[in-house]
């Protein structure tokens, strides 16, 4: 059995617990939150809730830690903290930032002798496996990324740091023309704003300006900056009824040509429609878990991505098993 222990009990602890059911190999070992404790209600029973503050005292008593917070400001301290005690896998989705989370977190691996897997999910993580495959098949073709219509937890996750917002949610919308074009066989030029557009829904506390969270949200770095973003701020009743669901989904596509002259055209599509974006995360990040606890039994340390890693190591069926009903 491989021990797992869950930091954070958001969407995505709850849905790590819930993958945890679905994989026998596994057993949930405890929760640990910043929260008081005694507060927290999870839904295994006889699991401690434990306080982060005494992660360090079950160094041994856990085989993979998997890391729930948000990418805007948890895991960049947070991954390469407990990957000096643990090994772990993360989440962390800002695209910009992942060589430098890697180098900070394969760092601090290497000296415990652990194994960190980071970005793990469907964007980064199972689009970039096909981004990689698309571009490798096919040399020379352009690759295009489309998110959507679904939300967004990173996004939404930002959105909520910013002071004067009580609730937020944010919509990935991408722009059906631009997809069309490319299934049509061609390869166009586009911007981030010609290929999607941004959707906000915003409740804000009691006397913040709406004007300056606008500002704030429309203006963000690395999240809407580079798009048509629009904001709503509606109310707390609103919201409960209309932006309580967490689907997503997205397409990879490439398009690309073979042939002495190029005279043959293919495009390579890869969809995923989602009814919850952080449990199917939470999937990932088990099995990826499972990877790093393979992995680090071998004797090896340090940082891995998804293109890193055998898709063999993810799966609790043997070898012979794979290849003789899956290959």
């Known amino acids: 059995m491989i021990r797992i222990g869950i930091m954070g009990y958001g969407n995505l602890g ?64 947070m991954t390469p903290e407990y990957a000096a005690l643990f090994n772990v896998v993360d989440s962390f989705d800002t695209h910009a930032r992942i060589p430098e989370h890697f180098r900070n977190v394969d760092e601090a691996s290497k000296k415990a002798g652990k194994i960190s897997v980071i970005s793990i999910g469907w964007d980064p993580g199972l689009f970039s496996l096909n981004r990689v495959l698309g571009d490798a098949i096919l040399p020379g073709s352009r690759n295009y990324t489309f998110w959507g219509k679904g939300v967004s937890q990173g996004h939404s996750d930002a959105i909520r740091r910013i002071p004067g917002v009580k609730n937020a949610k944010q919509y990935t919308i991408p722009v059906e023309k631009a997809i069309e074009e490319i299934r049509a066989g061609k390869t166009p030029e586009l911007t981030a ?106 004797g090896e340390s340090g940082c891995r991505t998804i293109l890193d890693i055998p898709a063999a190591l993810l799966s609790p069926k043997s070898h012979e098993e794979l290849i003789s009903t899956l290959l």
């Open 14 to 77: 709850r849905g790590v617990e819930n993958a945890i059911r679905h994989n026998p190999d596994t057993e949930l070992a405890a929760v640990f939150t910043r929260r008081d404790p005694a507060s927290l209600k999870i839904a295994t029973e006889n699991v401690p809730v434990v306080s982060a503050a005494k992660a360090a005292e079950w160094k041994d008593r856990i085989d993979v830690l998997i890391l729930c917070g948000g990418s805007a400001t948890d895991l960049p301290k």
């Open 193 to 298: 704003r010609e290929k999607h557009t941004r959707e906000c829904f915003v409740v804000l506390k009691d006397g913040a300006d709406p004007k300056a969270v606008e500002t704030a949200i429309k203006t963000m770095p690395n999240y809407f900056a580079d798009y048509d973003t629009t904001v709503h701020f509606i109310s707390d009743e609103e919201f409960k009824k209309n932006h309580s669901g967490m689907a997503h989904g997205g397409f990879v596509l490439t398009s690309g040509r073979t042939g002495k002259d190029d005279e043959n055209g293919h495009v390579i599509e890869y969809r995923l429609k989602l009814d919850s974006n952080p449990e199917f995360t939470s999937s990932a990040l088990l099995c990826y878990a499972r990877a790093a606890f393979r992995l680090n039994q071998k």
